[in-house]
T-cell receptor, first 110, second 117 residues
Framework: GENVEQHPSTLSVQEGDSAVIKCTYSDSASNYFPWYKQELGKRPQLIIDIRSNVGEKKDQRIAVTLNKTAKHFSLHITETQPEDSAVYFCAVGVGNQFYFGTGTSLTVIP | GAGVSQSPRYKVAKRGQDVALRCDPISGHVSLFWYQQALGQGPEFLTYFQNEAQLDKSGLPSDRFFAERPEGSVSTLKIQRTQQEDSAVYLC???????????????FGDGTRLSIL
């Protein structure tokens, strides 16, 4: 099956700074790469996604980049705010399944 | 409802009891997924339905786990003879996809937190 690795596991940044989270995967057939934000005790919420025919996608302060050759994709959050504090999960879609990373706990320090 | 609804939100059961967890997907969503999320981990795939057909159950950890979606809408995940290692949050997600599920966003419910004593 697919092997998804996510780094770092924890990340602290000052408010206004940027945060970058990276995921690597193993299956070259993977073709869909969403990112989810999960606050404590709440549901994972899709924040951005990218498909394998696109290299970069941006939505306001959030962007995702994909390098299919190297099999990695990254989440970039600019101008971080305290409400960005949460656990972020990457996921990889292949076949009928999503494979999730182990999560990154992001803390934005006011 | 506007989103995926799961019930109950919390379930406590004694080891050996059977439990049933319910998922109401977003109306019109063809695909439905169940995940198990252990504390501090990402969701792990359990099973997938397209309408009433269970197309993939490769993630179910044992034959004590059973899922159904008889009318292609509401789904139930049943765990028989529960064990302590079954304690986790069980998440349901639905998707509008009618073709390749991984290419469509999945919308999650709040989950059921199951605790086995």
């Amino acid at each position: 099956g697919e092997n998804v690795e996510q780094h770092p596991s924890t990340l602290s940044v000052q408010e206004g700074d940027s945060a970058v989270i990276k995921c690597t995967y193993s299956d070259s057939a993977s073709n869909y790469f969403p990112w989810y934000k999960q606050e404590l005790g709440k549901r994972p919420q899709l924040i951005i996604d990218i498909r394998s025919n696109v290299g970069e996608k941006k939505d306001q302060r959030i962007a995702v980049t994909l390098n299919k050759t190297a099999k990695h994709f990254s989440l970039h959050i600019t101008e971080t705010q305290p409400e960005d504090s949460a656990v972020y999960f990457c996921a990889v879609g292949v076949g009928n399944q999503f494979y999730f990373g182990t999560g990154t706990s992001l803390t934005v320090i006011p | 409802g506007a989103g995926v609804s799961q019930s109950p939100r919390y379930k406590v059961a004694k080891r050996g009891q059977d439990v049933a967890l319910r998922c109401d997907p977003i109306s019109g969503h063809v695909s439905l997924f169940w995940y198990q999320q252990a504390l501090g981990q990402g969701p792990e795939f359990l099973t997938y339905f397209q309408n009433e057909a269970q197309l993939d159950k490769s993630g179910l950890p044992s034959d004590r786990f059973f899922a159904e979606r008889p009318e292609g809408s509401v789904s139930t995940l049943k765990i028989q003879r529960t064990q302590q290692e079954d304690s986790a949050v069980y998440l349901c997600a639905s998707s509008l996809a009618i073709s390749a599920p991984p290419n469509q966003p999945q919308h999650f419910g709040d989950g059921t937190r199951l605790s086995i004593l």
